[in-house]
């Protein structure tokens, strides 16, 4: 079975600091993909960060980084240089090899302060 | 980009009726589509996977004869909530899974509330 864990029900971050979400995950796959998603309030699930379980390096989109330590299985999202508009619900999500589900985790609040 | 719509957007229903959302893939066929439900402030729950053509796949504990899911074609697919209660209330969320785009990214709609008076 997969598990995905996020500890942090919620985080406040200064506006133009940096922010890492934590995620860690369970899975009996030798193959899988992780995955960061933001929800806003309009409930609408944003796509952020992939990252494959064989992939050499950290993923990176613009000002989003994961920071993925196979060995401890974790992988958490950096934010760098946050926003207001940043505020939002994070998922960390996993699929295995078998099987196109998505597992969620139970997600974390980003409030950005300005 | 690919874009999944979902309709409504929200709607109000008295108990005891039955009420259709409709999942569309606007510029893409879709292989598989998934239904999620998400209470307030919680994480997404899976309730069904489904493939165009077939049966959908229901996730333990859901009632496959209360949440109908049809995916008549590789554009659409609709979760019939039949009989609500206020307890289905709630905030539904389907994606698309693709082969024509990025092998690994779901594509979500952007939900649909359900309030059941």
């Known amino acids: 079975a997969q598990k995905i864990t996020q500890t942090q029900p919620g985080m406040f971050v200064q506006e133009k600091e940096a922010v890492t979400l934590d995620c860690t995950y369970d899975?009996?796959?030798?193959?899988?993909?992780l995955f960061w998603y933001k929800q806003p309030s309009s409930g609408e699930m944003i796509f952020l960060i992939y990252?494959?379980?064989?992939?050499?390096q950290n993923a990176t989109e613009g000002r989003y980084s994961l920071n993925f330590q196979k060995a401890r299985k974790s992988a958490n999202l950096v934010i760098s240089a946050s926003q207001l508009g940043d505020s939002a619900m994070y998922f960390c999500a996993m699929r295995g090899r078998y099987g196109n589900k998505l597992v969620f985790g139970a997600g974390t609040i980003l409030r950005v302060k300005s | 980009g690919a874009v999944v719509s979902q309709h409504p957007s929200w709607v109000i229903c008295k108990s005891g009726t039955s009420v259709k959302i409709e999942c569309r893939s606007l510029d893409f066929q879709a292989t598989t589509m998934f239904w999620y439900r998400q209470f307030p402030k919680q994480s997404l729950m899976l309730m069904a996977t489904s493939n165009e053509g077939s049966k959908a796949t229901y996730e333990q504990g859901v009632e496959k004869d209360k949440f109908l899911i049809n995916h008549a074609s590789l554009t659409l697919s609709t979760l019939t909530v039949t009989s609500a209660h206020p307890e289905d209330s709630s905030f539904y969320i389907c994606?698309?899974?693709?082969?024509?785009?990025?092998?690994?990214?779901?594509?979500f709609g952007p939900g649909t509330r359900l309030t059941v008076t």
């Open positions: 899975t009996s796959d030798p193959s899988y993909g």
């Open positions: 990252q494959g379980s064989y992939d050499q």
């Open positions: 994606s698309a899974l693709t082969t024509e785009l990025s092998s690994y990214e779901q594509y």
